[in-house]
Structure formats: structure tokens, C-alpha cells
């Protein structure tokens, strides 16, 4: 619904088949939608749907192209296209039959047939595919320790029964009794020794803070401590993998030097893998985009958690905003289908 000047103006089902031409001609063609295009395909004349495309146009759905007459989805247009309008498009049997052939593979290890299938998605789609698996699941607690550099810095180091190792720094804030630090350390030694990493958190709140806020003053401070090193083990102790990365450089909305340049320094960012890590909490496919993906204005994320025999990650695809929606919303719910098995039963 939309409203200017007083009056209001429904979404109607022309309008709606108006909009997901527009976006699917401008997916297909990379070209601005004129009105004579549609005439024969929605049965009405010009006239009418340049009277319509101005109402979408105000509403905010779709915008003018400045070299042309014709129109293109806005970044509104595409995410009301994505929630009201799309439909998954079946696989063809070619796809299927590729990403089939490679989980059907027994001497390849689970990881290695999703980084695979994602590389063969990243050659199907031409855009850039990732796959971020943690790997912590299999490495329990050994010990942290606590080293002071300072009065007002420490660092808190984490070690685990793999041998893996990792350390992270910490000002103080003013007045923090170092002394408390460590007497947390030698607690959470004793209780959570053999806890998986990727359990450790969780432990952490529920069953050694309730402790430590009975027994030390500042023990907001301190929790927050142990919690940090051990969230910062998760992030650096994860397989992250890219496929593709040019493809997304060779799309026409990059084909400028400083756009190039701008997309290929944040796929080599360590905030990218941040922001393929962060999803909300259900595991449900989510499509971010422009703004919304936190990544780059002019891109579409697409990503999904997969859990599998103990372990989980998150499989993503990064395009323009001029996705083919439908295709990789498929590619990537089968992908989880297969890996969790869920087509099996």
C-alpha cells in the first residue's frame, strides 16, 4: 500500500505482475524495461502501463535509468519481489546431476564435497560462492591462561587438546583487579576443561557466571573477558572458502576500475568473513540486499546455515542485486537438503 496527498494506492495484482516483469526482463537483459516490451505480455496497452509504471515508480518499487526511458527495481522493488513475488525455480536435471555426482562421491569427506559443489554453483551461476565451516567442534579446552603485560592490559590465551592456539589482548578498564582475572581462569580450568569450544560460551553464562558474580566484585569485566577469547576462537578457527571471485568483478554493474577495486579489497577483508558468520538466529535462508548485507550497496548475500555430524557453517552466494533469485534460492536449498540429508528420508 502506498499513500500521497491523501489518496492510497493498493498493490494490485496488475501491479504486482507489472513489477515482477520489470525485475525478471531487467535479471535476463541487464537492460531498462520500456513500456512497449510489456503491452503484449500483460494485455494492455502503452498507455496504461506507463500509468502504472509511474505509480510504481512513486511508490518506490522501481526507477528511472538516467540513459534511458525505461525502468529498473529499485533496491525496495527487489526485496518485494523476493518476499511477495518469486517462486523457487526447479533444478534442472543437468544441475542436479553435477552437485548429485559429487555427494555420491564416498571417498570424499562431507567439507570437501560442499566446497566442491560450491565451486560448481559459483561455475552454474557466475557469481561468487562461499563456504564458511567451523571447525571448533572437534577441539575441546586444554587451558587458558592469563598473562599480564601491565596494570591495565592482559592477554588471554586459549589452548586446546588439537594443539590449537590462540591469543587476544585486553585493556583494562581503570580500577580491574588482575588478580580476579586469574582466579576466574584457574575456575573456568577446573569446571570447563574437555568442553568442546564451540560449548564453552554457553557454559560460560550459565553455569560460571552465576559463580563468579557471588565471588568477585567486577564480574560483568571479567565475564566479558572469557567470553571475548573464546568468541574470538570461534571466528579465527573457521575454513573459509571463495569460488569465484571474479565472476562477480565481470558483472556490467562493476565495470568501472574503482567499483572493481572497491568489491575485490572487501572479499579480502577479514570483516567479510564476519559478515558471512553473522545471520539471524533461525537457520533459515536469508537474502540480504544492498545496504541490508552489510557488505557492499550494490550486492545481493544469500546465505544458509547447514549442520552436519556435529559440525555447522554457513554456504552463501554473492551477486548483484540483479540475482537470479529463484535459481540460487534452489541451488542453495538443495545444497542443505543434501548435506543434512533430508532428501534421503
Known sequence: ???????????????????????????????????????????????????????????????????SSGRIPSELGYRYYVENLMKPKDLTGEDMLKLQTIFSNKEL???????????????????????????????LLKQINIISLDVDKIIAIVCTDKGVVENKQFILPANTDIAEIIKVSEMVNKMLVGTPINKVAEKLEFEIKPIIAKKVKDYET?????????????????????????NLLKEPEYDDT????????????????????????NDELKIYIGKDSHFDDNVTVIKRKYKSGGEEGTIAIIGPKRMEYERVVS??????DKIEGKDEK
Request: hydrophobic residues 35%.
Open 258 to 281: 574503482e567499483n572493481i577495486k572497491r568489491i575485490a579489497s572487501k572479499l579480502e577483508d577479514e570483516s567479510f568473513k564476519e559478515m558471512v558468520d553473522k545471520i539471524d538466529e
Open 109 to 139: 569427506e562431507v567439507n570437501d564435497a560442499i566446497t566442491k559443489c560450491m565451486e560448481i554453483i559459483s561455475d552454474l551461476t557466475n557469481y561468487t560462492s562461499v563456504v564458511l565451516g567451523k571447525s571448533s567442534s572437534d577441539n
Open 1 to 67: 500500500m502506498y499513500a500521497k496527498g491523501g489518496d492510497t494506492v493498493l498493490m494490485d495484482e496488475r501491479k504486482k505482475e507489472l513489477l515482477k516483469e520489470i525485475v525478471e526482463n531487467y535479471v535476463k537483459t541487464v537492460k531498462p524495461v520500456g513500456s512497449k516490451s510489456l503491452c503484449k505480455k500483460l494485455k494492455c496497452s502503452s498507455a496504461t502501463i506507463r500509468n502504472e509504471m509511474a505509480i510504481l515508480e512513486n511508490m518506490g518499487y522501481i526507477e528511472k535509468n538516467h540513459i
Open 331 to 336: 541451488l542453495l536449498n538443495y545444497m542443505v
Open 222 to 246: 571479567v565475564y566479558h573477558i572469557f567470553y571475548d577469547a573464546f568468541n574470538d576462537f570461534l571466528l579465527h578457527n573457521t575454513n573459509l572458502h571463495v569460488s569465484g571471485r571474479v
